[in-house]
């Protein structure tokens, strides 16, 4: 058994002038959607992912945005370069985790859900956000009406 859910990234204050992206696909055969501009408003990144029932009573998070192994996925925010711009400083990716206990509630429930986080574009010293969000807040749902 398998279920779809939307997802929605929230790229707050992110670098004028520096392209941000979605990172669809693995290692160095990806590609960049939902390219965007930083220009002085938040961004916003919208996909959806696969719940699987895993071994056990666990899920498993799939699909094309999903990345790393089990029990530690996440899904990369690209910027500069790696998003398809030339010409920049900055490039990188931001990793964004996805807990697979934080979406267990909506697999075993029968509405549809959207899930949203909010991550920082930039350090308080004005310096692009690379790796890890840390701290992250985490994964807030709502439930959608049928």
Do not use: H
Request: proline share 5%; glycine share 14%.
């Amino acid at each position: 058994m398998s279920k779809e859910i939307r997802l929605m990234i929230i790229l707050q204050n992110p670098l004028d002038g520096v392209m941000y992206g979605l990172q669809k696909g693995k290692g160095a055969d990806y590609e960049t959607v939902q390219a965007q501009l930083g220009k002085g408003q938040d961004l916003s990144f919208e996909f959806t992912i696969q719940l699987k029932q895993a071994k056990g009573s666990g899920i498993s998070l799939g699909g094309p945005y999903v990345q790393g192994p089990v029990g530690n996925r996440f899904v990369y925010l690209t910027s500069g370069s790696y998003a398809g711009q030339s010409g920049t400083l900055c490039n990188g990716r931001l990793k964004v985790p996805l807990s697979e206990a934080d979406f267990q509630d909506s697999f075993s429930d029968d509405g549809t859900y959207s899930w949203s986080c909010t991550v920082p574009g930039q350090t308080k010293d004005g310096k692009p956000v690379f790796a890890t969000v840390k701290p992250f807040g985490g994964w807030s749902s709502r439930k959608l009406s049928d």
